[in-house]
């Protein structure tokens, strides 16, 4: 009996000792965040607003004015979408004469950790109301010297016969680096100064380098030495995401004015290698979209007769070249 009053007092002594322990890690902590303290609560919602651009137009293709938010019905997966705002832009009401500028392209070489581009301020964003933003980009380093030249006489003939007084255009150019010759204006002898300063030596860049020609004869008896061709492909791949990169900061850095964008891309043309580009292609489709801007390219080579022996070879590389622009254009473009 002695022995069981012991067990007992020692099993009521461990209880005892461990019951403490399980109070004290069930017991709530007492320390309250600073963000708690003053028993306000905050709850952020966010919501994604789509930017849709609309033409109308009547069935003698003249321009319907005068339309407001409830003629308009946004389906999406076959439910109605609300229609937050609705902002005409007329071009038709710009009749001034008098030129404007309007400094919107900054820095297009960011340093890495730059800060964003400055929103335009409210009288800025007035100025541009109603306006064209068009850029004329050139590639410089995919031209021979006459395609700059004729790229040239190109917008010297839009300055002289189509610009309109609503239009305020600025010209880019990539050669050894991406820089603004000009930015927005609606002065045409300004623009067209800017375009006669480009001469034969202006396109000295970085052009598309050589690719061994993988159908050759591997019996030819020629000097080797004379017809070695060296593989450039890597260089190739370098050079076609320089210049998507630039496209990419020049969206980026016009992404903060919210009209629509139209860059003229003037070029001797841009060469995939496969799928190593696909990556900067994806950027460049997606800040464009994000930036609300739209490239329609010229390709300044024109028209060339192909010798016979790459009659074949000219016409796969042409149905290539269109399979890989037109859905660039047109995801860029939606």
């Known amino acids: 009996m002695t022995q069981s009053i012991v067990k007992r007092l020692v099993l ?30 905050t709850l952020k919602t966010a919501t994604e607003v789509v930017l849709v651009n609309v033409t109308v ?8 004015k005068d339309l407001k938010a409830e003629d308009f019905t946004i389906l999406e997966d076959g439910r109605r979408q609300q229609i937050i705002s609705l902002d005409v832009e007329n071009t038709d ?36 109301k109603d306006r064209r933003l068009i850029v004329l980009f050139f590639d410089l380093s995919s031209m021979q010297p006459e395609e700059i030249e004729r790229a040239a006489r190109s917008a010297l003939d839009y300055a002289d016969k189509q610009m309109a007084p609503a239009d305020l255009v600025s010209v ?7 820089k603004v010759d000009l930015d ?55 050079n076609t995401d ?15 004015v919210p009209q629509r964008k139209s860059v003229i891309y003037f070029s001797g043309g841009m060469q995939r290698t496969g799928m190593e580009n696909q990556t900067q292609l994806r950027a ?26 790459e009659a074949v070879v000219g016409a796969a590389q042409a149905a290539a070249a269109v399979a ?4 660039f254009i047109r995801a860029v473009e939606s």
């Open 93 to 128: 009401s710009v009749v001034t004469a008098e030129s404007l500028r309007a400094p919107l392209l900054g820095n297009l070489n960011p340093a890495p950790g730059a800060s964003a581009p400055a929103r335009p301020t409210p009288a800025q964003a007035n100025e541009l």
């Open 284 to 309: 460049a489709i997606n800040a464009a979209t994000r930036g609300n801007l739209s490239f329609y390219t010229v390709d300044v080579r024109g028209p060339a007769a192909p010798r016979p022996a």
């Open 57 to 64: 137009r009547d069935k003698n293709e003249n321009f319907i």
């Open 12 to 41: 009521c002594l461990l209880v005892a000792a461990v019951l403490p322990l399980n109070v004290s890690s069930q017991t709530p902590s007492t320390s309250i965040s600073p963000s708690s303290s003053g028993g306000q609560f």
């Open 184 to 238: 927005f204006t609606s002065d045409e002898e300004v623009l067209k100064a800017v375009m006669a300063g480009f001469t034969r030596g202006i396109g000295e860049g970085y052009a598309d380098g050589a690719t061994p020609d993988t159908n050759a004869d591997s019996t030819d008896n020629t000097d080797a030495a004379a017809g070695f061709t060296p593989d450039e492909t890597e260089y190739n791949i370098f």
């Open 172 to 178: 880019v150019t990539l050669s050894s680096s991406l």
């Open 324 to 327: 890989v622009g037109l859905p």
């Open 242 to 256: 320089r210049r998507l990169q630039a496209l990419v900061n020049l969206a980026n850095d016009l992404s903060v």
